[in-house]
């Protein structure tokens, strides 16, 4: 986990990390959030849509900036106030998922950051994209 003060953050940072969705990923989310729909839990339902099989949450995609946020970009002294996320593509059970987020702005007012951050799957096909408003405590 990263620990960046305020002062070490520069515009133009950049943190990244990857992980790969799995099915008890997808499984852990649906108890958590109940959200039952058959797009994300009947592969014949799915491939019936047009979809190569259960698509995966946008928000368990979306929970990934948290972790950008919590662990890598600032790590441990983050506080995230909003993320504007929008979701480009599909992503589907077994993606790897590449995450990279980019200081674009700080201010020094609130000691806070602005980080533009992008999902891309194992294929270079950007999934996801967002933007954070983060404070440092």
Known sequence: MNRYTYQEIEVGQKEHF?????????????RIT????????????????????????GMLTASY??????????????LVHSVKSKFLKPVYIGDTLF?????????DT????TVKAVIQNQDGVKVSKAELQ???I
């Open 99 to 107: 995450i990279e987020g980019t200081v674009t702005e700080k201010n």
């Open 34 to 57: 109940g959200d039952i729909n058959p797009l994300h839990q009947d592969p014949a339902y799915a491939q019936e849509k047009g979809h190569k099989g259960c698509v995966v949450y």
């Open 65 to 78: 900036y948290s972790t950008l946020a919590g662990v890598y970009l600032p790590g441990e002294r983050s």
């Open 134 to 136: 983060i404070g440092l």
């Open 110 to 113: 609130f000691q806070m950051i």
């Open 18 to 30: 990857t992980v790969t969705v799995t099915e008890e990923d997808q499984a852990a989310f649906c």
